[in-house]
């Protein structure tokens, strides 16, 4: 099963289940995080991968701030960042590969978000 079949099977459960922005909100009590939660996924969603499910997502802190229209402010960003690796909805590491990149990779983990839900 990849990205795209999980998805699928997402929305087929929408049907019965919704999962949207107030049941993230009430899931994370931060509108922050929600935004994070919806980005993570469009970006995970783009990746195609036979090898990892849920990939790795090597993306600078400066892109996420600015592909998020700099809605929120740099330090609220890092605060959902922090609160969703506290939910285990998102990890984040740095490249095992290459210590000398000093981008953090991230990983969203939508069978915790799912069960929480």
């Known amino acids: ?54 990939p790795w997502l090597e993306q600078p802190f400066r892109k996420i701030y600015e592909d998020l229209g700099r809605e929120y402010s740099q330090r609220g960003i890092q605060q959902a960042i922090a609160l969703l690796g506290q939910k285990g909805i998102l990890e984040r590491r740095r490249n095992p590969r290459n210590g ?13 978000l799912e069960s929480i839900h």
């Open 1 to 54: 099963m990849d990205i795209y079949d999980y998805l699928d099977y997402i929305n087929e459960k929408q049907s019965t289940i919704v999962i949207s922005e107030s049941d993230y909100l009430d899931i994370t009590k931060n509108s922050c995080a929600v935004r994070l939660i919806e980005y993570f996924t469009l970006k995970t969603a783009e990746w195609d991968t036979e090898d990892d499910f849920f």
């Open 100 to 112: 000398q990149v000093k981008t953090f990779q991230y990983k969203l983990n939508l069978y915790v």
